[in-house]
């Protein structure tokens, strides 16, 4: 069977490192190109492992530059792009959402229409010519009462500048589909957490400030509630998208895991008290005010892909977050290296 070539946008974050790894793991038979800006999220020491495997290659480039996606795509005969490379972080998008909306929406646009020109030379051809998966989230649908769940015809309603770039983003890409009748699929995932997350988001900041034994933050009275996916379901769930994802469909992705923030950070903190130290307790946890935009409950109805594709999360949160506290524990000095330039204040 041909060789197939992944294009992973944002290949040096979170999600990114983890589906780099879980593919060269699984699969022998395939090229990846990383092609990531490098921004204060990324870290390239999360790829290490991978550096000197022939089948990886990093470019650095940013998606907001045409020429830099064009010039990667003249070198490489691209089979899969899939879109994680942009702004996640909500709060940054509240201090700054002017640069934050401009950048993920020019970075989608771009990377779109250097696909498609792709695509359009290679459909005619025997192959099928390149297959576009953008990720996005469940904050497109906005916040949700106790008892609603979104389905991937629900409403977009973004509360944040991030979620707004998201829902944009979506639309731009489905338009893609229906203009064009390119291949491309949308991902709505939940939270992801496990390893190689970096330190702004809210569990391994609380792992790390937990074992430092300094304040742990929480927004308000933390009844906000998440749904949490461990990262290596999302990267199946990925993968069998783009695999067998009916063109122009949206698929919800959710962990089943609906958490209170403050149960999530007291699980945290009885595992670390359990393994590491059994004077870290529930004392450290502060109360903070809310920030606005935040959203209080978001939830996936996630039926479709399980009934049309058979996905389904494998892990439950109480092993994954044994799992992930484990990692962070091990790895300190990944957290402190992640975080060298005093990119992120702890
Ligand atoms: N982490 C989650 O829980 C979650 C949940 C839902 C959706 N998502 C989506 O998944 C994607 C990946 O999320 P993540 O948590 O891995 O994010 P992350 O912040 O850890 O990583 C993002 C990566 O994208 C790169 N990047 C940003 N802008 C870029 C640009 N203009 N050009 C090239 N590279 C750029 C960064 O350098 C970084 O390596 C994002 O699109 C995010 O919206 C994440």
Redesign the pocket.
């Known amino acids: 069977m041909e060789k197939k070539t992944y294009l992973v946008?944002?290949?040096?974050?979170?999600?990114?490192?983890?589906f780099i790894i879980y593919m060269l793991t699984n699969y022998k038979d395939i090229n990846i190109i990383n092609?990531?800006?490098?921004?204060?999220?990324?870290?390239l020491e999360n790829l290490k492992e991978v550096e000197k495997d022939s089948r990886y290659k990093f470019v650095k480039?940013?998606?907001?530059n045409i020429k830099e996606i064009e010039d990667v795509f003249k070198e490489n005969e691209i089979d899969y792009v899939v879109?994680?490379?942009?702004?996640?972080?909500v709060l940054k998008s509240i201090k700054d959402p002017s640069n934050f909306i401009m950048?993920?929406i020019?970075?989608v646009v771009n990377l779109l229409t250097v696909s498609k020109k792709a695509w359009e030379k290679e459909k005619g051809k025997f192959k099928k010519g390149v297959r576009f998966l953008q990720?996005?989230?469940?904050?497109v649908y906005g916040c949700l009462k106790d008892y609603e769940y979104s389905l991937e015809t629900s409403a977009l309603k973004p509360n944040n500048p991030?979620a707004a770039s998201?829902a944009s983003t979506d639309l731009i890409v489905k338009a893609y589909y229906e203009s064009f009748n390119m291949p491309v699929n949308i991902i709505?995932?939940?939270?992801?957490?496990g390893p190689?997350?970096?330190l702004e988001?809210l569990i391994p900041l609380i792992i790390f400030k937990a074992i430092n034994f300094k304040k742990v933050f929480v927004y308000g009275s933390g009844k906000y509630v998440r749904d949490w996916?461990y990262?290596k379901d999302?990267c199946r769930a990925i993968d069998l998208v783009l695999k067998k994802g009916k063109p122009g469909e949206v698929y919800n992705v959710g962990g089943h895991n609906e958490k209170f923030n403050i149960d999530v950070v007291k699980t945290i903190i009885k595992i670390l008290r359990e393994t590491v130290n059994e004077k870290i307790s529930e004392d450290l946890i502060t109360h903070i005010e809310d920030v606005r935009g935040c959203g209080e409950r978001y939830a996936l109805n996630s039926d479709k892909i399980k009934k049309d594709l058979g996905w389904e999360p494998q892990v439950k949160f109480e092993e994954g977050i044994k799992k992930t506290v484990d990692w962070y524990v091990k790895n300190r000095e990944w957290i402190l290296n992640a975080n060298f330039k005093n990119k992120f204040k702890i």
Do not use: M, P
């Not at 480039?61 to 907001?64: E, G, S, T, V």
């Not at 879109?83 to 972080?89: I, Q």
């Not at 990720?135 to 904050?139: L, P």
């Open positions: 946008t944002g290949g040096t974050g979170f999600i990114g490192t983890n092609l990531d800006a490098l921004t204060y999220a990324a870290n480039a940013n998606l907001c879109n994680l490379g942009s702004g996640s972080s950048s993920n020019k970075s990720v996005s989230t469940n904050e991030y998201k709505r995932c939940s939270n992801n957490y190689y997350q970096f988001k996916l990262v999302h």
